[in-house]
């Protein structure tokens, strides 16, 4: 089974510009969206909610819901925009999410979910996976995970990935929940030698290539959120390290790369900032970084009516090599 690395879905954060700008570092990552919820898709603005500019890297769109006709209804509207796969959320531990029934209080009704995979792998010929906690509450028990994830391998879906720490739906804030309960590496590994012909990933507290070399001999992938969203050049250390690709453009050579596709997106109306606010971390850890940040903060909140002052910053940043100056 070919190992990959994949960028976690992350609500505001990994939005079809912020795919696009990860997809110029890395060619090899997969992308996941956001977590969109099933009714808006059905209701809501579709070509808003689900185009993107194609990317040679595979993009996994991730659906929030439990009603399985509406599942159902949302993979058959998605799939012609391009997506490699959909993905079930069965991990997001927030109160509006549970309130909703949707994310990790699902655990709790394994049959409902089997409902609810079934009816989308009916409804789409893009394959189904599902990301998920090592448990909930006061269950964190390897027994219960394993037959949670048998029980929806017996509807078909064949990839799971797994965030190696429970969800404490009451108690905890989500940001709490993204740190406070333990991981528990152990359990996602036992879970590969579980199901063997399956596809296991895991997720949680990644930050190093080493820590992704470790992982990769034990499970099939590893998904990483925050340390990519906070700092997107780590996905050049990936494509070296990872991927044995050298050939991968600087800081610089990125955001000049990035000019084209913001020059055509602000020109259809898309706010300068809602591009360039994922660029932030570009140079973390570079001197010069706090420069980047403050220029960003200074130049990026223009509206979509001043298209000439987008193509000014932008000449600017080409011509004056502004990111090469700041020590990229
Ligand atoms: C800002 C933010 C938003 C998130 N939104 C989602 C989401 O929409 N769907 C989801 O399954 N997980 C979501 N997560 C959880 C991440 O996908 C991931 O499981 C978690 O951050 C742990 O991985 P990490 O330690 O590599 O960041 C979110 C996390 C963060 C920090």
Request: charged share 25%; with cysteine.
């Amino acid at each position: 089974m070919k190992k990959t690395i994949s960028v976690a879905p992350m609500m505001d954060c990994t939005d079809r510009h912020e795919r696009y700008f990860l997809s110029l570092i890395s060619k090899h990552v997969q992308l996941y969206s956001e977590m969109i919820v099933s009714n808006a898709i059905i209701k809501g603005d579709r070509d808003k909610l689900l185009s993107f500019k194609k990317v040679s890297n595979p993009t996994i769109l991730q659906l929030g819901g439990s009603n399985p006709k509406e599942l159902a209804e949302a993979c058959k509207i998605a799939e012609p925009y391009g997506y490699d796969e959909i993905n079930l959320n069965l991990g997001c531990p927030s109160k509006k999410v549970q309130k909703n029934k949707f994310g990790a209080c699902l655990m709790k009704e394994p049959e409902l979910v089997a409902e609810c995979v079934s009816s989308m792998i009916n409804a789409t010929k893009l394959p189904i996976s599902i990301k998920t906690r090592i448990g909930y509450d006061d269950v964190e028990d390897f027994d219960f995970l394993k037959n949670f994830i048998l029980t929806l391998k017996k509807e078909g879906v064949k990839k799971f990935i797994i965030h190696a720490r429970r969800a404490i739906l009451q108690k905890l804030s989500p940001k709490q929940n993204l740190s406070i309960p333990p991981l528990k590496y152990d359990f996602v590994y036992n879970l590969k030698k579980e199901f063997k012909n399956d596809e296991i990933i895991i997720n949680g507290g990644i930050t190093e290539t080493n820590q992704i070399k470790d992982h990769l001999t034990k499970v099939d992938g590893v998904m990483i959120g925050r340390a990519i969203y906070h700092s997107p050049y780590f996905l050049a250390d990936i494509e070296k390290d990872i991927f044995n690709n050298d050939d991968v453009p600087t800081r610089s050579e990125v955001m000049e790369q990035l000019i084209p596709y913001i020059q055509s997106e602000t020109k259809k109306g898309v706010q300068l900032n809602h591009i360039m606010r994922h660029t932030v971390g570009l140079f973390h850890g570079q001197t010069g970084s706090r420069q980047w940040k403050q220029y960003l903060s200074k130049n990026m909140c223009i509206r979509d009516a001043d298209i000439q002052k987008v193509d000014h910053i932008m000449d600017q940043i080409k011509n004056n090599n502004l990111s090469s100056s700041l020590g990229a």
